[in-house]
């Protein structure tokens, strides 16, 4: 099994650790940040933890960041002071890494990473198959609460599309119990949960911590299932060099596949003016 690095010990990065540690994906999980007591400390509040939750995962905590180069994904997540890694001071950050040789995945977790995500890939060329952003990920989970709120009824399928605030709700090809959801949901309900999930960005940190968790599991051990991120797109939808919400195919390391879901007319239309703006 491999090991991960968290970048960042702030309430992302501690609640990534918390959901890779219960999946027992990995075999150790990094907490890495300027703040050396607080992520030593977090993580071992985390370890003390793991013989009741059943799991059997080494949790470590530092300042050294560069230490992440020999990780097999690292996730760049929130600091204990400064928040999000982002703009310039994530961009030097990423930088450094490439310098020293990683070839890992990079998971960007944050709300706000987006365009950090863009501009490693433009600027410092790493390879799209290696950048996945996982918070919107999250967003998922919450359209199908949100369903099952309005009709009783839970295991909706659905996708979510566009670039990360500009989402869009795949409704025509959502499903529930055998049968299309627009048959049970009229179409200005439908729009009103639509309108309704754009209060749930940026989801919270336990959140993302579980899609986060999620993603870095397949990117490791591999996944039978597609499962929703966000990648850079290379030609999709008609854009290039922006990161887009997408159901991905991921294993060894990177993403396998990219799929377009099936949207209406109106959806894809709405898809690609999001990528525009």
């Known amino acids: 099994m491999s090991t991960v690095a968290i970048l960042g010990a702030g309430p992302i990065g501690a609640a990534v650790a918390h959901a890779l540690a219960e ?12 703040e050396a007591s607080v992520a030593a400390g977090k993580a071992l509040d985390l370890q003390q933890t793991m013989p009741i939750d059943g799991a059997d995962v080494s949790l470590s905590g530092s300042a050294d960041l560069l230490s992440s180069t020999g990780a097999a994904v690292i996730v760049i997540a929130d600091r204990v002071s400064g928040g999000e890694w982002q703009g310039e001071e994530g961009l030097a950050l990423v ?9 890992a995945p ?3 977790a944050g709300g706000s990473q987006i365009r950090l995500m863009e501009a490693v890939h433009a600027e410092l060329h790493v390879p799209a198959d290696r950048l996945i952003g996982t918070a919107a990920s999250g967003l998922v989970n919450v359209a199908r609460a949100l369903v099952a709120a309005e009709i009783g009824l839970a295991g909706v399928e659905v996708t979510i599309a566009g670039r990360p605030p500009a989402f869009v709700v795949a409704w025509s090809s959502a499903t529930v119990a055998g049968s299309l959801l627009t048959d049970r949901i ?10 309704s999930l754009t209060r749930f960005w940026p989801p919270g940190p336990q ?12 990117l490791v051990n591999g996944s039978r299932s597609l499962l929703p991120a966000a990648t850079i797109l290379d030609g999709e939808l008609g854009a290039r060099r922006v990161a887009a919400m997408l159901p991905l195919e991921l294993g060894r390391g990177r993403v396998l596949r990219k ?3 099936t949207l209406s007319p109106q959806e894809r239309t709405e898809v690609v003016n999001g990528l525009i703006g």
């Open 23 to 34: 999946r027992q994906a990995v075999r150790a999980i990094r907490l890495l940040d300027a």
């Open 95 to 103: 930088r450094q890494l490439v310098r020293a040789g990683t070839a």
């Open 106 to 108: 990079l998971v960007f």
């Open 186 to 195: 009229p179409a200005h309900r439908l729009l009103a949960l639509s309108k």
């Open 207 to 218: 959140t993302i911590g579980a899609a986060t968790a999620q993603v870095v599991d397949a």
């Open 259 to 261: 799929t377009i879901p």
